[in-house]
């Protein structure tokens, strides 16, 4: 009796249910994990300036150790739809050093009153574009915020009003500022930075790959809301990995929403605006790069001299302008002696200064002559640059 007993102990031993629960459990797991991960790398982005062709001089094309992405919010939708937070992220890996740069929906800037007749906030840069060209709102903004920074970006990340809704539900608010945030950023002594130029701070620290991962039905309703030039799981690493950026270096704060960094004036059809001062935030800026520029660039130390041979009215100062905020130093500009139908750049050291002159190269998308000699007239510069008549073409807009 005690053996038929013992034997149907432990037949009932030979069922276990617990290792049937965790092996279910675990295939469930793996099952899970390869939905996710199907669904996450089938979400696409857009990229509005791949699929048209003259959009190419919009982005930078260097591949230097100074690394930029601008990231773009929208909110609202329909006619309301509009640009409420643009954030330019710098850095230098070789130096540990980075820049954050706030450009608030809600500041105007000069320059298109040829075809608006008045200033243009940034929040409606979308719209401008479209009106100008139908279909084109994004290409236009993107070349516009290039201007107003005087620079080029290597990625561009568009989080338009139905990506933002799902970023919100899935990592949760973004306007909560935790006073750590604020100890990671180098800023000018006694300003203080606004809330809103945390928020993407704010994302990235909310941000979490087993978020993503649990919520991935969710996430696939940003499939072809977001646009950029990178794939959306690399958009996905860029906001993940932003926070430990900032931590991991030594990053300053240039918030242009501080009233240092823009002026009041009356806007044409009554009431104030708040316009950006473009000096005090290149100003900034340039102080900000002088630590920040590509190493052999720094090497270099040329001297840029621009002159206009256009025709078409303060050009050399916009170049030059665009010259500085890349990380060159411009000794001189001006009007040239005379116009030239096609843009040149006097180099006789073009081998020693590679850099230098694939800045340039990229300033000017490359339409110009080298030539390896002095121009007729007094220079002192190592490259001089004749803006031609041909500087239209390079304007995309």
Request: charged residues 25%; proline residues 2%.
């Amino acid at each position: 009796m005690r053996k038929g007993r013992r034997r149907v102990k432990r037949e009932g031993k030979l069922f276990n249910w617990k290792l049937l629960l965790s092996s279910v459990l675990f295939l469930g797991s793996i099952c899970l994990l390869i939905f996710s991960f199907f669904t996450l790398f089938n979400i696409k982005t857009t990229d509005p300036i791949e699929e048209n062709i003259p959009g190419y001089g919009i982005l930078s094309k260097s591949e230097d150790a100074l690394e930029s992405t601008i990231f773009i919010f929208e909110r609202e939708k329909n006619e309301k739809r509009r640009i409420a937070d643009v954030y330019v992220f710098l850095r230098n890996r070789e130096k540990a050093v980075s820049l954050l740069i706030y450009l608030p929906g809600s500041l105007h800037f000069n320059g298109l009153e040829e075809n608006f007749g008045n200033s243009v906030a940034i929040s409606s840069l979308r719209y401008a574009g479209d009106f100008l060209q139908e279909g084109r709102g994004v290409e236009y903004a993107l070349w516009q915020l290039s201007e107003i920074l005087g620079f080029k970006v290597d990625k561009y990340i568009w989080v338009t009003t139905e990506a933002y809704e799902v970023f919100s539900e899935v990592y949760g608010d973004m306007n909560e500022v935790k006073e750590r945030y604020r100890d990671m950023y180098k800023k000018e002594n006694g300003t203080t930075l606004s809330e809103s130029f945390f928020r993407l701070h704010t994302l990235s620290s909310q941000f979490g790959s087993l978020k993503t991962l649990l919520n991935a039905k969710t996430v696939s309703r940003m499939d072809g809301n977001i646009y950029s030039n990178i794939s959306f799981v690399n958009v996905l690493r860029e906001i993940d990995t932003f926070e430990s950026s900032v931590r991991s270096s030594e990053t300053n704060a240039l918030d242009i929403s501080l009233s240092l960094y823009s002026t009041e004036e009356l806007a044409e059809g009554g009431g104030q605006v708040r316009n950006i001062n473009i000096s005090e935030y290149d100003k900034a800026l340039r102080a900000y790069l002088s630590g920040m520029v590509d190493k052999e660039l720094e090497k270099e130390r040329v001297r840029v001299e621009v002159y206009n041979a256009s025709g078409q009215a303060g050009r050399a100062g916009v170049y030059a302008r665009k010259v500085l905020n890349n990380g060159l130093d411009v000794v001189r500009f001006g009007n040239a002696p005379k116009n030239l139908e096609k843009s040149v750049v006097y180099v006789s050291n073009a081998q020693d200064i590679p850099n230098s002159l694939d800045i340039v190269s990229e300033i000017l998308l490359g339409r110009f002559e080298e030539v390896a000699e002095r121009p007729s007239f007094m220079t002192t510069g190592d490259i001089v640059i004749l803006l031609g008549e041909d500087i239209s073409q390079i304007e995309i807009f």
